[in-house]
């Protein structure tokens, strides 16, 4: 039986494009969302034929995600980018070579975000198994941090965040581009760089 994962992107921001890269860099995915041209725009919320219909197409795979909800293409960092609503858009998809074994390699995942407002809780930006017990977890805050979030395939969960700015109290600010990265090594060390410069680590306890 083949063991398929669901990547799972939910988000209140425009995302110009989301990839995860494994040991010795090699790509394992990428969303750019510059196939707009292929869907038609997402704007009425009335039409919900139209909205179910439409996908974007995973790079590395050729497979298409399916965008669910309300989501609509916007101007992003460079050609398009998805805007999602904060509530019912999300974009799901199957890889059948992903699995917990990811884990198992050194990780980094990029993505370039803008948020439209804060999420209430944490909001992921993109997530692959059971939250808090296997996969991991990439995402934002209701503050605007960002969190890299992985399990060590025991039910164990390690957490890092980034920064809070000490002056405004939140972390990113809304409708400002950010490149985000967050990075694992097999020791169970964990980073998090915005805009290239880290802003947070974490590493496990012997």
């Known amino acids: 039986m083949e063991n398929i994962k669901k990547i799972i992107l939910f988000c209140a921001l425009f995302s110009i494009c989301t990839f995860m890269r494994g040991q010795n860099s090699e790509l394992i995915l990428y969303l750019n969302f510059d196939d707009h041209k292929e869907n038609p725009l997402l ?45 019912s858009s999300f974009i799901d998809g199957n890889l059948i070579d992903l699995n917990e074994s990811v884990m198992r390699d050194n990780i980094s995942i990029e993505a370039w975000i803008s948020l439209g407002a804060y999420p209430w809780n944490w909001a992921p930006i993109i997530t692959l198994g059971r939250y808090g017990i296997t996969g991991f977890y990439f995402g934002v805050d209701s503050t605007g941090r960002v969190g890299f979030h992985v399990s060590d395939g025991t039910s164990t969960w390690h957490e890092c965040n980034s920064k809070l700015n000490p002056e405004t109290k939140v972390g990113l600010e809304l409708k400002k581009w950010y490149h985000v990265v967050g990075t694992y090594s097999l020791k169970i060390v964990l980073a998090i760089s915005v805009n290239g410069n880290l802003t947070g680590t974490y590493k496990a306890k012997a």
């Open 43 to 87: 704007e009425d919320p009335n039409d919900r034929e139209l909205i179910e219909n439409c996908f974007t197409k995973e790079i590395i795979s050729g497979n298409n995600f399916e965008i669910n909800g309300l989501a609509k293409y916007v101007p992003g960092v460079k050609n398009t980018a998805i805007k999602f609503d904060g509530f």
